[in-house]
């Protein structure tokens, strides 16, 4: 039986907010790293690194 999965994680090319998703509240989370949210800029339209090489298809 072949699954579709989801991304757990995100970056945005723009200004490198990264984001892990949350299983438990089912939505996106801001990354920390050291104590320090990678939260990018804030006024940025952020554009998530989407370049095809994902695969949703489990098998």
């Known amino acids: 039986m072949t699954a579709i999965t989801s991304p757990r994680e995100r970056e945005c090319e723009r200004c490198s907010r990264r984001d892990i998703w949350d299983d438990d509240d089912s939505t996106w989370r801001i990354a920390v790293v050291e104590d320090e949210k990678q939260s ?16 949703p298809l489990d098998s």
Not at 42 to 47: A, D, G, N, V
């Open 40 to 55: 990018g800029n804030p006024h940025c339209l952020h554009e998530w690194d989407i370049n095809g090489t994902f695969n």
